[in-house]
């Protein structure tokens, strides 16, 4: 029967800031060895699984598939490459997934955390939990039913346009929201804050929960308003947990989400919505040539390390500024 260790008690607390503190937590950690190793045995089995087992796929990028297998397929070097620099289609493609992910990034981005700070200030109990549920249950809708609220709101027998019409009957032949490339990205952004803004909301207000009390009830004692409090000691206490999610983001910034662009771009916005999640799927799933496992897998492979080296330059630049990284 295993027992794991009483944490509860603040006098356990480990301040790893001490030598003296990084002894007690592996003393800690070797005498409930086993309890550690049972809880990461199933997320090390995933990570394995699902992270390190399909990279023995990654050498298909220099090979020309064959039936026979990834071992039994004939090496071409750099040929998929070549090809994929050569595409315009391909560079089409880099370019709406680098201005997506920017936009979420640039828009995106603020909205989780001014929402937690907002829901912080509420006094109700009762009303912030609320809130934080209505915020928070659209991220449990999948992409193919947010895609088809917006078909219904906004497609040409939608909702808001039949309302529009009514309003401006000129618009029933200019409306077309869902198919103009001026309005798509937009859409993507909005969308996507709609649907996961409440969701990153967790863990800001799990950082604010962190911050010291005292240091609200000191500056409240020295004459401090909600404003002040907010930018002189919510911002700075979270300030750590903004950087290192600016960082992933960063990190993930050649991943414009293929769920969304999926299940609401159509062939009208190719030009300003087709990513490269949605390039290499109508090269492996529409295209009516032989599937070429290689140059699709050169294609991923192209964008992990686009999004390495954003990482590794975001984070060097949070370090270079004095915060910590991530690595």
Known sequence: MFMSPNLANSQDVINLRTKKGWKTLWKRIYIYKWVYLFMLMPGLALIVLFRYA??????LAF??????GIAESPWVGFMHFERMFAESAFWQATKNTIIISLLKILIGFPIPIILAILLNEIRSQTYKRT???VYTFPHFLSWVVVSGIVLNLLGDSGAIKKLAVLLDPSLSSSW????NPSYF???LVGTDIWKEAGWGTILY?????SIDPELFEAATIDGCNRWQRIIHITLPGILGIIVIMFILSMGNIMNANFDQVFN???PPVYKVGDILD???????FQSTTVMDYGFSTAVGLFKSVINFAFLAIANYTARALGYEGIM
Not at 63 to 68: G, N, V
Not at 176 to 179: A, G, K, T
Not at 278 to 284: F, H
Request: aromatic share 16%; no cysteine.
């Open 131 to 133: 809130l934080q549920t």
């Open 176 to 179: 077309n929201i869902l198919y």
């Open 205 to 209: 207000l799990a950082a604010i929960t």
């Open 63 to 68: 090979k020309t598939y064959k039936l026979a």
């Open 278 to 284: 949605t390039y290499i799927y109508r090269l492996s």
């Open 54 to 59: 399909p990279m023995y796929g990654i050498q």
């Open 264 to 266: 609401l771009y159509s």
């Open 185 to 187: 990205r937009l859409l």
